[in-house]
């Protein structure tokens, strides 16, 4: 009985020490340790994608992005900023207070990246890139997703067909969302604050429009979008106060 225990306390502690300091959101959902982001990339054009992060440690943190290419199109580029500075392939060391949260809301401090696509891009190759945000006082305390950067115009058809939209926008005690659908099967329209934690989800189809009460809601920042097949589309940001 003493080993089982010491090993149950082992393996608690070894989960402890090895717990992540740091955790990133997309469009205000948490991201998976590894998780793909894509973005839909133009030939000609310049893509952007957004990727907050957040202290979830006990302490202050010094941190730094890196990329690293998977794949990358001959011909394309790709630039970050994050923390107040900018690079293609390592940030400078930047400052983050325990239990602060960075959203687009903090332009100069967010992770940005910015793609710009060659007009000469081939349209059936994609770029994947890793960025890996780490403690500078332990690099091993470190997360890291994969940007995937596609000309794949089934996708951009998809995310059109559907729409959501808020009035009124801040809201106080109640707000009406109006939605379309892309398919007949329709789709969860999910409302989420600011660290991804869902507070509201009701499944939608065709067109239409439904009432939401806010009363019960704390006063931020939230988004709001359509899911479907697990993916979030047409999202976008909420304000209640």
């Given at each position: ?55 979830v440690s006990d302490d202050d943190l ?142 939608v189809s065709g067109e239409g429009k ?32």
């Open positions: 009985m003493k080993k089982i225990f010491a090993l149950i306390l082992a393996t608690a502690l070894a989960t402890t020490v090895s717990a992540q300091s740091i955790r990133l959101f997309h469009n205000g959902q948490p991201l998976e340790n590894g998780e793909y982001v894509t973005t839909l990339i133009t030939p000609g054009t310049i893509s952007h994608t957004y990727i907050g992060y957040a202290n010094y941190l730094r992005v890196k990329r690293e290419d998977v794949q990358f199109v001959e011909g394309d580029d790709l630039t970050f900023c994050v923390g107040g500075s900018c690079s293609s392939t390592m940030s400078g060391e930047f400052f983050v207070m325990m239990g602060d949260t960075i959203t687009t809301d903090n332009e100069n401090m967010v992770f940005h990246a910015d793609y710009t696509c060659s007009p000469s891009h081939p349209g059936n190759e994609n770029s994947i890139t890793k960025f890996t945000f780490y403690n500078t006082d332990d690099e091993s305390d470190a997360v890291y997703f994969y940007l995937k950067s596609t000309t794949n115009v089934g996708v951009q058809q998809f995310e059109a067909s559907q729409q959501v939209s808020a009035y009124p926008n801040p809201a106080t005690t109640s707000v009406n969302i109006s939605f379309r659908t892309s398919t007949d099967e329709g789709a969860n329209l999910i409302i989420r604050n600011i660290v991804g934690s869902e507070v509201y989800r009701q499944h439904v009432l939401v009460s806010t009363a019960d809601m704390a006063p931020g920042i939230y988004v709001y979008g359509l899911e479907q097949n697990g993916v979030m589309n047409s999202v976008k940001k909420l304000l209640v106060k």
